[in-house]
């Protein structure tokens, strides 16, 4: 291939507006950039001089998909700032929440934003035709999330029902029956989707080491939370370290604020989580564990659609498992603030990976906050997986489908650009 | 009827949370029909290999928050017969405008990015998409409402005139008969915003935070009045009612304030 910049922008079914451009000298890959196309929000600088409160109802409008996560996030980093503790009951029902996140995100990413490429289609209602059933059911999966999502969090999207403490208002039983009755039939689809996936061929061309990092859940089961991050070289670290594990740093051509551990770029995500502590998980999603693993797993970022798809059963059993427990019991309640000055890290695993607020209040305001995404954290390992994929089928001479190539690669990681859009490109001169 | 004749709509994000498109997406019981109704040329969230041309209708979400952005936003208006603003980003500016006119954009773009920094497009303080164009409807909220969003999207289609919905938040907190939470001292702008929710929030017993923008029947002083008499004062009241009314609140706030 001769000399040439390749640019993929728009960037397709993503979250937010981004592009990749690639640049190619003498048949090798010169330059890669996964580029942040919208403006800078300073949200870090819109809660300074906020109420804990203030924040929670402006925090999630950085992402709509993870608009929860963030909300999760705020309340653990604020709620250890100003001394509240929750109950176990309030905290069933976060977990409850954030099973319904996991299922909207995960179902969006794999049926509609990264399933297509693998099928050949531009979109998954033009995959309809063909995979009729597929889509439907992925309809129905994605509104159930959504459902869950509507229940706890007061709206589909950016709803304000959770509250330092806990919720404001509470499912009734009935609802809950309902969720649980529905979770029940959809476990059939999410098991027939590990199938599905099992017998898609996944290219090799990018394969490469590369570092995982997540946070450890409490306790011997799966989980998306943690005041523990776990890394792949066996540390832990907790998560108020969280600045001298992930470094961020500046590159003189390209991006400003980068993330790596250990001077090496990371994936987080579902591929990270069901790599590190998957051996955790039970049921129907072990069995799916046992069936799709395997050692490419290590060096190959496609997989992340896979790990999305146990991660689905996973959460459908939880849901089950998480509502019998609300039901037989304490009745939840609202816990309140000890203190209205101190500092707090929070961290929960958004669908796309590890996410951390914290805050800094002082007198009842926030004096200081920092929000470190999981889009930020693997953009570094995106353009190396990019690059070595890249040099193979240029290599290869394998160049018919590279741009194709190129996004399926950044799509499995499901990045999320309005998230990271905080750290915006920038270019030193 | 066949492709060509459908109505060209182009769905697009400039800087916002993707949060209007994402309820386009999440509208499962509609989205097929959309997509057979309408001939969707550009919804680069959905789709790969979008058709840039000529447009009957263009929704477009998010603030103007960098110079490409400017540009694009012109570009889009050049092709669109009618250009629709989608969400409270592109209405309003988004919680991303709660400061826009300080003079201290400068001060705070500097305290997140650092000095020295040359940005790859030039980043601008966020505005509404009719800072720079000019628009044809509105589809407020944060996200905007899947009842909203498919009448207008349906009338538009059908080439009828979407009708206005000039009621404040109350109007549906009242239909849906809940305990009025200024009644109890809560710092509730319901009668300030823009009602489409349905009253999420005050459903669950949380005060309305005012995502839908302002109300422009509201009465503002008397509102500011009323929450001062809950103990609180004109900075911490007006801090919060910025949130999320963009730039456009504070004329009311001026206005209304006094």
């Known amino acids: 291939m001769a000399d040439e910049n390749i640019s993929i922008e728009p960037l397709a079914r993503v979250e937010g507006h981004g592009g990749i451009r690639v640049e190619i000298k003498d048949n090798k890959i010169s330059?890669?950039?996964?580029?942040?196309?919208e403006g800078p929000r300073l949200f870090e600088e819109l809660v300074v001089g906020k109420t804990p409160q203030e924040d929670l109802s402006i925090v999630p409008r950085i992402c709509a998909i993870c608009n929860l996560s963030h909300k999760y996030a705020a309340l653990r980093g604020l709620e250890k700032a100003v001394g509240v503790s929750i109950d176990d009951t309030?905290?069933?029902?976060?977990?409850?929440?954030?099973?319904?996140?996991?299922?909207?995100?995960?179902?969006?990413?794999?049926?509609?934003?990264?399933?297509?490429?693998?099928?050949?289609?531009?979109?998954?209602i033009a995959m309809a035709e063909e995979y009729g059933d597929t889509v439907v059911m992925a309809l129905q999966m994605k509104k159930f999330g959504n459902k869950i999502m509507r229940m706890m969090g007061g709206r589909m999207i950016h709803g304000e029902n959770p509250v330092i403490g806990g919720f404001s208002k509470l499912p009734s039983e009935d609802m809950l029956r309902e969720i649980k009755e529905e979770a029940t039939e959809l476990l059939d689809f999410a098991v027939a989707t590990i199938d599905l996936l099992g017998t898609l061929k996944i290219p090799d061309h990018m394969e490469r080491d590369t570092q995982f990092l997540c946070c450890k859940p409490p306790g011997e089961d799966y989980g998306y939370y943690g005041d523990l991050l776990i890394t792949s070289d066996g540390q832990e670290h907790p998560v108020e370290s969280y600045k001298s594990v992930i470094r961020e740093r500046v590159v003189s051509h390209s991006f400003a604020k980068r993330s790596m551990y250990n001077d090496r770029p990371f994936t987080v995500g579902a591929l990270a989580r069901v790599l590190l502590i998957g051996e955790r998980l039970k049921g129907k999603a072990k069995e799916a564990y046992d069936k799709l693993v395997n050692e490419r797993w290590n060096r190959n970022p496609l997989f992340n659609n896979h790990a999305q798809a146990i991660e689905q059963v996973y959460s459908l059993e939880g849901i089950i498992e998480v509502i019998d427990k609300i039901l037989s019991g304490e009745k939840a309640t609202i816990a309140q603030p000890k203190q209205e000055t101190g500092i707090g890290t929070g961290a929960v695993e958004a669908p796309r990976g590890t996410l951390i607020h914290h805050y800094e209040v002082e007198d009842g305001k926030i004096s200081a906050a920092d929000f470190i995404t999981p889009t930020a954290m693997f953009l570094d390992d995106i353009e190396a997986f990019i690059r070595?994929?890249?040099?193979?089928?240029?290599?290869?001479?394998?160049?018919?489908?590279?741009?194709?190539?190129?996004?399926?690669?950044?799509?499995?990681?499901?990045?999320c650009i309005s998230c990271s859009a905080h750290l915006v490109e920038v270019v030193y001169k | 009827m066949t492709s060509t004749e459908k109505?060209?709509?182009?769905?697009?994000?400039?800087?916002?949370?993707?949060?209007?498109?994402l309820l386009i997406i999440h509208t499962e019981d509609e989205i097929l029909n959309l997509f057979g109704a309408a001939n969707i040329q550009s919804f680069v969230m959905a789709s790969s290999n979008p058709t840039e041309d000529e447009l009957d209708v263009a929704f477009v979400e998010g603030s103007v928050s960098t110079k490409e952005e400017i540009e694009h936003l012109h570009e889009i208006r050049k092709r669109a017969k009618i250009l629709v603003a989608m969400g409270n980003c592109a209405t309003n500016g988004g919680p991303q405008?709660?400061?826009?006119?300080?003079?201290?954009?400068?001060?705070?773009?500097?305290?997140?990015y650092g000095e020295g920094v040359k940005f790859v497009t030039d980043p601008v303080e966020?505005?509404?998409?009719?800072?720079?164009?000019?628009?044809?409807?509105?589809?407020?909220?944060?996200?905007?409402?899947?009842p909203q969003t498919f009448a207008l999207i349906s009338r538009l289609i059908h080439g009828a005139a979407p009708?206005?919905?000039?009621?404040?938040?109350?109007?549906?907190?009242k239909l849906n008969e809940n305990r009025c939470l200024l009644l109890d001292n809560k710092f509730c702008i319901g009668p300030i915003t823009l009602g489409g929710c349905g009253s999420a929030c005050p459903n669950h017993g949380v005060p309305c935070v005012g995502c839908w923008g302002p109300n422009p029947d509201g009465n503002f002083s008397q509102h500011l009045k009323l929450l001062e008499s809950f103990g609180l004062t004109r900075d911490e009241i007006l801090r919060r009612i910025r949130g999320f009314g963009g730039s456009k609140i504070i004329k009311y706030l001026i206005d209304g304030g006094n």
């Open chain 1, 31 to 37: 330059d890669v950039e996964v580029r942040i196309l």
């Open chain 2, 126 to 146: 966020a505005k509404p998409l009719d800072a720079y164009v000019n628009v044809d409807y509105y589809l407020p909220g944060c996200p905007i409402s899947q």
């Open chain 1, 90 to 124: 309030t905290h069933l029902y976060r977990e409850l929440m954030h099973h319904g996140e996991m299922i909207e995100s995960h179902s969006l990413h794999i049926y509609f934003l990264a399933l297509p490429d693998f099928l050949g289609y531009d979109n998954a």
């Open chain 1, 388 to 415: 070595t994929g890249g040099e193979r089928l240029l290599a290869s001479d394998k160049t018919q489908d590279i741009r194709l190539h190129f996004e399926m690669i950044a799509r499995a990681y499901d990045p």
């Open chain 2, 7 to 21: 109505p060209k709509i182009g769905i697009y994000g400039f800087t916002g949370c993707a949060g209007d498109q």
């Open chain 2, 97 to 112: 405008a709660m400061y826009t006119d300080d003079g201290k954009y400068e001060e705070r773009l500097k305290r997140v």
């Open chain 2, 163 to 173: 009708e206005p919905y000039p009621h404040p938040v109350c109007h549906e907190c």
